[in-house]
């Protein structure tokens, strides 16, 4: 279960595999359901069926990304600027919508202070220690959702 934990809090995919040769009631079976339900307990977890994470990777594989630059006419707030680096648009595939999106964005001098915007939006992002995890809406089959970064003013704090 350690494990499992693990996995959860850096956002990683665990896989148990049941296969029905092997999953006779006893101890296999116990061990497979006490994972689901400690998993279902602490609640931001995905139980899914193969070809549901099947279909999960490949509409992963077609979310485009493309950085861009800035765009100056979201809301800003006062006492806030651009961070210095690119917008980037997330663009869901042509043929499917994306719905529980969150993109990792590796910031090497941190995310103190930082503001996320998503479409010109502040959202209630994730600040981790190698950056941030943002959290996007649902995009409807080819839409894009931009993200963009803000700081403080220099010498000044505030909130958007």
């Known amino acids: 279960m350690d494990d499992a ?3 959860h809090a850096i956002g990683g995919l665990a896989i148990v595999a049941g296969h029905t040769q092997i999953m006779r009631p006893g101890p296999r079976l116990d061990a497979i359901r006490t994972v689901a339900d400690s998993a279902r ?15 999960w990777w490949i509409a992963r594989a077609e979310v485009r990304l493309t950085f861009v630059p800035p765009d100056d006419s979201g809301f800003r707030g006062e006492g806030f600027e651009r961070a210095g680096v690119s917008d980037l648009l997330v663009e869901a595939p042509v043929d499917r919508g994306l719905d529980g999106l969150w993109v990792d964005l590796v910031l090497p ?3 103190a202070s930082m503001v996320v915007l998503v479409d010109g939006r502040s959202v209630d ?4 220690e190698w950056g941030v995890r943002v959290p996007l809406p649902t995009l409807a089959p080819g839409r894009q959702a931009r993200i963009s970064l803000l700081v403080p003013t220099e010498g000044r704090t505030a909130t958007p």
């Open 5 to 7: 934990r693990k996995m």
């Open 41 to 55: 307990a602490q609640g931001a977890r995905w139980i899914a069926r193969a070809e549901d994470v099947a279909d």
């Open 109 to 111: 001098r941190g995310s």
């Open 125 to 128: 992002f994730a600040a981790t």
